[in-house]
């Protein structure tokens, strides 16, 4: 199944006068995120950040920034940090994975909770954009039981401050 990114526009009716706010919800990552950043890595060629979501089929459209929060994140905080007014729902505010919001202007379009392979910026006051790379980068560590060289693999996107 694909992930599920909705934003909606809610519009609340007073006699006299409209209150118009953006709802935010976040949604779960799922395989297609991830199998969308497994094909970059898999290539071991950079790729556009833009088509990599674009290739996830997360449905929010278009997008000019997208932020990394820590998933214990509050809706007051991300609000603060973006200057945008959202109503955010399903934020996890557990301490495993990040939550990656995605903006437009000043209106948050999008944002899912990225879990572990995370992919996001790191930075706390990071940004990426659709055309930031992300590359495929490796490391290479002593295997602690083998005590043999092992290459890890993760994907860098780059960033903007």
């Not at 118009?20 to 799922?30: A, I, P, Q, T």
């Not at 437009?104 to 995370?118: F, I, L, Q, R, S």
Request: aromatic share 10%.
């Amino acid at each position: 199944m694909g992930a599920a990114v909705t934003a909606a526009v809610t519009v609340m009716t007073v006699p006299g006068c409209a209150f118009v706010f953006n709802r935010v919800e976040v949604v779960e990552d799922d395989s297609a995120v991830d199998a969308a950043f497994q094909r970059v890595l898999d290539s071991r060629a950079p790729a556009r950040l833009g088509d990599v979501i674009t290739q996830a089929g997360l449905p929010f459209g278009s997008w000019d920034r997208m932020y990394t929060f820590s998933s214990m994140v509050e809706s007051d905080e991300i609000n603060d940090k973006l200057g945008t007014d959202a109503y955010w729902t399903g934020l996890p505010g557990n301490s495993d994975g990040s939550v990656q919001v995605f903006v437009n202007g000043n209106e948050a379009v999008g944002a899912y909770y990225d879990t572990v392979p995370g992919h996001g910026v790191l930075g706390d006051d990071a940004y990426a954009t659709p055309d930031s790379a992300a590359t495929p980068t490796s490391e290479v560590e002593i295997d602690q039981v083998t005590q043999q060289p092992t290459t890890f693999w993760y994907i860098e996107i780059e960033e903007f401050s």
